[in-house]
C-alpha cells in the first residue's frame, strides 16, 4: 500500500459510501464499490448518482470514464483485488429505537472470508455509525472467525467515523472538521493519512472506542444544540423578546459558551445562579403554557450525577471516606446549592465516616450568611470537617472535588492504602495510591 495510488473497495453505496467512492477515485485512487442492490450498481456504472447530492453525478461519472471507478457484488473478487476496505453500510434503528447491525456484521463476514483467501496484509476501515465498544466486542471476532485471521497481526482495523452533512457531503469530506482514526496498530494511520491526503484538518487518533464514541458526541451535541436554541427561543417568543438577537449574542461568547470550557466529565453544576436560573426558566415557562422538556431534564440529570458519585464511593468498599472540597467550586466558600453538600449528605446518611476538607469552608474562617447557612441547614456536616493530615491518617477513600494547589499536595501525599477517586483531573499529579476517575 504504498504511492500515491491506493486500491480500495467501499462496502455499502449509500450517502456515505458513494461519496467516499466518488471522492477517493477523483484523489486517483483505485476505487471498486460494492453492494448488493442491483438498481443502484446500474446507475452507478451508468455514471449517475444513486442520491441527490449536489455535484456527486459529475463526480461519479468522471470517475467512472477515467477507470478510477467500478462497481461490483462479488465481495471477494472487491477484497482481492485493493488492499483496503471501507464499510459503510447503515445501522438504522429499529421500532424501539435500537441500533441493527445486521447489515455491517453480515459484511465483516464476507471481508473476512474473502481476506483469509489472501496473503497480502488487509486494512478494514470501519464508517458506519456503531454504538462505543462495537468493533472491538463484534466486528474483529466476527472478522477473525470469518478467516481473516488476528486484528492487529494479519489484518488490520481502524475506526474513522464521518461527518458529512447530507446536501453538503462532498465539501464535508474534503473539509472535516477533524478526522479521527481509531487504530488496533499504529502503522495503519500512516495508511490512512496518506489514503487521505488531500483531506484537510487535524488528524486526531485515539482508541477504537473512543473513535465510535466522538461520532455520537458530536451527532447528539449537535441535536442537543438545535433543542437548546428552540427551547430558549420558545420562552424568548413567549415574553416578545426576538430570539435571533439573543441567539446570536449567545454564541458570540467564545470564552464560556461556544469553547471548550465545561467540556469535562466529573462534578455536576450547583452554587446560587446555575441551579436557580434553571428552575426560574422552567417554572415561568409552564406558567406561560410552554413547556420546556430538555431544559427540565438538565436538572434531574444534574441530580442523578451526584447519586452516581455517591454509588462510584460505596463501590470502593470503604466506610472511611475523606471528600476534599465541599463548597461548589475551588476558590469560594459559597456552599448554597453545592452538589458536595449533597453528596456530603448522602454519604453520611448511609452511615460512613466522613471527613471533609476545604480551605474555603473551615468552621473558624467563616462569617456572615456562609457561617449562618452551616449552623442551621448543615449541622451535621459541620461536625465532619476536618484537617487534611487527620483526613488522610484516617480515610480509605480519597474523594478529590476541586483543584488547587492545595489538593495537588494532598494528592500527592496519598499513599498504596488509599483508593483515590478524581473528578477533576488532578491524575497528571503523581501519587502512589489506586486512582480512578468517575468516567475513567
Known sequence: MSGAEMHVSVFGLGYVGAVTSACLANDGHQVIGVDVDDHKLDLLSQGRSPIGEAGLDDLIEAAVQAGNLRFTKDYMAAVRETDISIVSVGTPSNEHGA???????????????????????????????????????????????????TAGVDFGVVYNPEFMREGASIYDFYHPPFTVLGAVEPGDVDVLKALYGNVEGEVITCSLSAAEAVKYGSNIFHATKITFANELATICDAVGVDARTVLDIVASDTKLNISRKYMKPGMPFGGSCLPKDLRALVYAARKLDSPLPMFEAILASNRLQVERLAQRIRSAGSRNIALLGLSFKEGTDDLRESPLVSLAEILIGQGN????????????????????????????IRSSLSSADEALAASDTLVFAHDSAFFREIYAKAGPQHRVIDLVGLDSVPSAADVRGLYW
Not at 456503531?130 to 477473525?144: A, F, Q
Not at 466522613?354 to 451535621?380: C, M
Open 353 to 380: 465516616s466522613l471527613r471533609i476538607v476545604d480551605p474555603n469552608v473551615e468552621y473558624s474562617a467563616l462569617f456572615g450568611s456562609n457561617k449562618a447557612f452551616l449552623d442551621r441547614e448543615l449541622p451535621h
Open 99 to 149: 441500533l441493527q447491525t445486521h447489515h455491517v456484521e453480515r459484511v465483516c463476514e464476507q471481508i473476512g472470508e474473502a481476506i483469509s483467501a489472501k496473503s497480502d496484509r488487509h486494512l478494514v476501515i470501519i464508517r458506519s455509525t456503531i454504538l462505543p465498544g462495537t468493533t472491538d466486542r463484534l466486528l474483529i471476532p466476527i472478522l477473525e472467525k470469518s478467516g481473516a485471521g
